[in-house]
């Protein structure tokens, strides 16, 4: 038995990556859910609206790189992110002037503007294959570890290493810099409070004079930033492939409605509960049960409960026992 | 079916009749198979959301179950794997059924201590069955894997494969259905997208089942093999007393026996549909997808007939699988992306004309027809813009790698368009 060395190998390999994983599905389900407390629909593109913006980041970084532009040792993309939202941002102002807006003005139904939704993901999906290609892209630079595993096997002696990956830190730094600045905007700032009056109860706050264009608009720019930032941590974290993008969206939308759709605070739980849960499933628990077990309780096999193949099985399934069970999610949502 | 519907009809044979004349026939021939097996998928839809209005964006998923349902039922079965493992296995599938089926009997049975109970109760059951499992797949995978590799399925006759695979899809959108249906209508569509995620992950990942991504080979055919024909003298004679080549000939008599059985099933599927939808039964359904507090006002149980509707759909997402299976004689799990089998789908059900079955059907073949003749298009567009530039111009061959892309990007531009401008699609409801 040797609880320290267990506890170093959960540390590194179930709690650091669930975090980090857990801190971008909570930045990316924080977009789904402002959307459908505002704008009252489920937003499909939403997956793609991130590959966008990670995107653009990327050819941003890319260009740095090559002027020779760095704040080594943090990645360029940081750098390059601002770029990255603000085009973002323009898309999708722009998709909602173009396509959104006339479907709100008629008060179509939401399902409507699911579907049209999906639409504009189909087009997203397109631009981005056809600007930067279906492959893996590689964008990180800097230093790849804080902590590396052998620098840490020399400071403590132990036989387990811990490593913490820059983008891992990064991730959950920027996660808790980004949350807390968006809940002082929603709680403190004129603007936020607009927003969430609007998102409360419409017609009072159509009748205390919010002009539901200007709220519309500002959610719109915080979900391209959130969006933005989730992808692009995503990509540093692990890598940028268009298409898994696309299949973030069950993780996303599991967490949000977990929470609670249109509720924040539920976006950031389920966020964690669902990476964790994930993680948890499908790691293979067999180093962490023989440090911790005596001897000859040791697991023969990898002790894995599900191959990682089938990871978004687990968030469906977390799904489903929502749905069946608290259909409006753990933190207060919108009606069913 | 109004004249303008005849007419559009006319439209698309003429398309097809050109590209059999000025391409050739077994080109046309594909295109028309292909496109009646994805009129058969928007029929689906169209059931589901033309009829009552809900939202699936799991059709691939449907699809591919449909797919494994045709290769269930068609390859013949392994003996030497049933014998390695096949018991075992069903024991295990049936320990984790037993288990699933204790649970829910349990969470009724029981007021108390139920939650500790039903987790220790999961964590036995998925214990007992990994333990049986595990070993069972390892020894029927070990079973020539090249080749087999896996149990294999019942060797019937493949038109046995269709209803199974329909029963295959009708069943998963059962579980769905159960638990997001009668919650709000986005719910829906995200467990849709879930089951279809995790459906094709089980079809890659359990090589016991249909090999995985080494994929199934040799689906046995309904109709004649090209090579029997070539060797049989009377059909040789036959194709020579008319002028063509025996070879070319008895490519386009295989696809055009494939051309007849999809249509006399697309055809029935459509008498079904229409007469459906006269049905008081059918009204029903309309009334709930045009006002559904007033049909529950009437004491009609809408959740129970949106539990309905929806799993028909599945089921005829599901014949359309397995169909594709048969005509492509293989099982191909990697093929089955959500962007191909779900919103090419629906692409076609909105511009067809939602709630209207020829309209449906019109946009099924009409846009299976754009989807491959659009990348041509799309590379000789490429072509013509890229044509002042250098020839070793980074911008050129980046553009004409990327004219493959075009067709995601035109297929969304004509779904928004035609929501925006004319909702009502081409043949509209009546």
């Known amino acids: 038995m040797d609880f320290l060395n267990a506890l170093v190998a959960l540390t590194n390999f179930v709690i650091i990556p669930a975090t980090a994983y857990g801190s971008q599905l909570a930045l990316g389900a924080l977009g789904v859910t402002l959307i459908y407390g505002i704008l009252r629909f489920s937003n499909f593109a939403h997956g793609d609206t991130m590959a966008f913006g990670a995107m653009v980041t990327i050819l941003v970084t890319w260009a740095f790189q090559k002027m020779g532009v760095s704040i080594a040792p943090l990645p360029t993309a940081l750098l390059a992110l601002p770029f990255g939202i603000a085009a973002t941002a323009a898309l999708v102002i722009g998709t909602d002037r173009a396509v959104y807006r006339f479907y709100r003005e008629k008060k179509a139904a939401p399902v409507t503007l699911v579907i049209v939704s999906m639409g504009v993901m189909f087009v997203m999906n397109g631009l981005v294959r056809f600007i930067i290609g279906v492959d893996d892209q590689r964008f990180g630079d800097g230093a790849r570890f804080i902590i590396s595993a052998r620098d840490f096997k020399e400071m403590t002696g132990l036989r387990e290493g811990l490593a913490i990956k820059t983008s891992a830190g990064l991730t959950i730094i920027t996660a808790v810099i980004v949350v807390a600045a968006l809940f002082w905007f929603l709680n403190k700032t004129r603007t936020g409070k607009s927003m969430r009056a609007y998102s409360d109860n419409e017609d009072l706050a159509l009748l205390s004079g919010i002009n539901p264009e200007r709220v519309v608009m500002v959610t719109w720019l915080i979900v391209a930033a959130l969006a933005t930032i989730a992808g692009t941590l995503y990509g540093l974290d692990k890598s940028f492939k268009p298409f898994t993008y696309f299949q973030l969206l069950l993780p996303i939308f599991a967490s949000a409605i977990v929470g609670g759709l249109g509720n924040p605070l539920g976006a950031i739980a389920g966020g964690f509960l669902i990476a964790y849960s994930e993680v948890a499933v499908t790691y293979a628990w067999k180093k962490v049960l023989t440090y911790s077990l005596p001897e000859s309780f040791a697991p023969e096999g990898l002790a894995q409960l599900l191959s990682t193949d089938y990871k978004h099985a687990v968030s469906f399934v977390i799904l489903i026992i929502v749905l069946l069970f608290k259909p409006t999610g753990l933190f207060k949502g919108k009606s069913v | ?430």
Not at chain 2, 72 to 96: D, F, K, N
Not at chain 2, 164 to 190: C, E, M, N, P
Not at chain 2, 236 to 257: R, T, Y
Not at chain 2, 275 to 294: F, H, K, Q, T, V
């Open chain 2, 1 to 430: 079916m109004t004249m303008r519907g005849a007419l559009y009809f006319a439209l698309v044979a003429l398309a097809l009749l050109g590209t059999g004349l000025f391409s050739s026939w077994t080109v046309a021939l594909t295109i028309l198979n292909m496109g009646l097996i994805s009129a058969i998928m928007s029929l689906g839809v169209n059931l589901q959301w033309g009829y009552a209005g809900l939202f699936n964006v799991g059709v691939a998923g449907f699809v591919a179950l449909g797919g494994l349902g045709a290769v269930l039922m068609s390859m013949s079965p392994v003996g030497e794997a049933w014998s390695a493992g096949g018991g075992r296995l069903v024991l295990a599938l049936v320990i984790a059924l037993g288990t699933l089926v204790g649970a829910i009997a349990l969470w009724k049975r029981l007021s108390r201590y139920r939650v500790p109970a039903l987790v220790v109760l999961l964590l036995v059951g998925f214990f007992a069955y990994r333990a049986v499992f595990d070993p069972a797949v390892e020894a029927i995978e070990a079973v020539d894997p090249s080749v087999t590799g896996y149990l294999g399925g019942l060797g019937l006759p493949v038109l046995f494969g269709w209803p199974f695979g329909a029963l295959l899809a009708a069943g998963a959108a059962w579980i769905v259905g159960k638990t997001a249906l009668g919650l709000r209508s986005d719910y829906l569509a995200i467990a849709t997208l879930g089951i279809a995620e995790i459906v094709v992950a089980v079809l890659k990942n359990e090589d016991w089942l249909a090999r995985g991504v080494k994929n199934v080979y040799g689906v046995p055919r309904p109709v004649p093999y090209e090579i029997d024909l070539q060797n049989s003298t009377r059909f040789v004679e036959w194709m020579q007393n008319w002028g063509f080549d025996p070879v070319v000939g008895s490519a386009v008599v295989v696809k055009l026996c494939y051309s007849a059985l999809f249509l006399v099933v697309l055809l029935a599927l459509i008498w079904m549909a229409e007469m459906a939808l006269r049905s008081p039964w059918g009204r029903l359904m309309r009334a709930i997808r045009d006002n559904e507090e007033a049909a529950e006002a009437m004491g009609k149980d809408v959740t129970r007939r949106h539990l309905q509707i929806f799993v028909l759909g599945s089921a005829v997402c599901g014949l359309a699988g397995a169909m594709m299976v048969t005509l492509d004689g293989q099982l191909t799990p990697g093929a089955y992306q959500p962007l191909r089998f779900t919103f090419l789908i629906w692409v076609m059900v909105i511009v067809g004309g939602s709630g209207n079955n020829w309209g449906a059907v019109l946009g099924g073949i009409l846009i299976w027809f754009f989807w491959v003749q659009v990348e041509p298009m799309g590379q000789w567009l490429m072509q013509a813009i890229t044509a002042g530039m250098a020839e070793d111009s980074d911008l050129r061959s980046h553009l004409l790698d990327s004219a493959a892309h075009m067709r995601l990007l035109t297929m969304g531009l004509v779904l928004l368009i035609v929501l925006r401008f004319s909702p009502r699609g081409l043949i509209p409801e009546k």
